[in-house]
């Protein structure tokens, strides 16, 4: 992942709201996003193709428990499958370029599929709700860092040693 990637995973509505909206369920114990404990009985009753290609193009992928939609390398959905069930579903927008439009496709799609956002930057669930998406776009570090690199680093050097992971 770039650090001019924002990362959405899309949750169940229906997991979400059974949970609580609890971020915390979708971490596994070293901390790293798990999004697989709400699919795990939540499944879909959508062309998840057709959907997907209406906000990226399809494209190839390196795992035949993946598919890919989009470029790696700017903005992409990635679903993870285990056999034929969704496990996660995980968007990478490009904030180096205008994500309005991308945004606004993200909700439409998260709504289509009867999603919420799960925003891993923020840990935290939200509503498939435009105005809240691309305000976190935009006050997130890939945001930052997008809008000026240089001195985004540098604000990272000033940190603390242990807030960064030195």
């Known amino acids: 992942m770039g650090i001019w990637q924002f990362t959405v995973g899309l949750v169940p509505r229906a997991w979400a709201e059974a949970e609580g909206s609890v971020p915390a369920k979708l971490y596994d114990a070293d901390g790293h996003t798990d ?14 193709d057709d959907l997907m290609s209406r906000v990226l193009p399809a494209a190839a992928s390196w795992d035949d428990e993946i598919r890919i939609w989009g470029d790696e390398t700017t903005s992409d959905i990635q679903v993870c499958y285990e056999g034929i069930a969704v496990e996660s579903v995980q968007i990478r927008i490009d904030t180096r370029n205008s994500t309005s439009d991308l945004c606004s496709k993200i909700v439409r799609l998260a709504r289509a599929m009867d999603c919420y956002l799960f925003l891993p930057g923020d840990r935290s669930i939200i509503s498939a709700d435009e105005a809240a998406l691309s305000n976190a776009v935009c006050k997130s570090s890939a945001a930052r860092y997008s809008a000026d690199p240089h001195a985004f680093l540098e604000s990272l050097a000033r940190l603390p040693s242990q807030a960064h992971g030195r």
């Open 35 to 48: 999004m697989s404990v709400a699919w795990r009985y939540e499944q879909l009753n959508v062309d998840i």
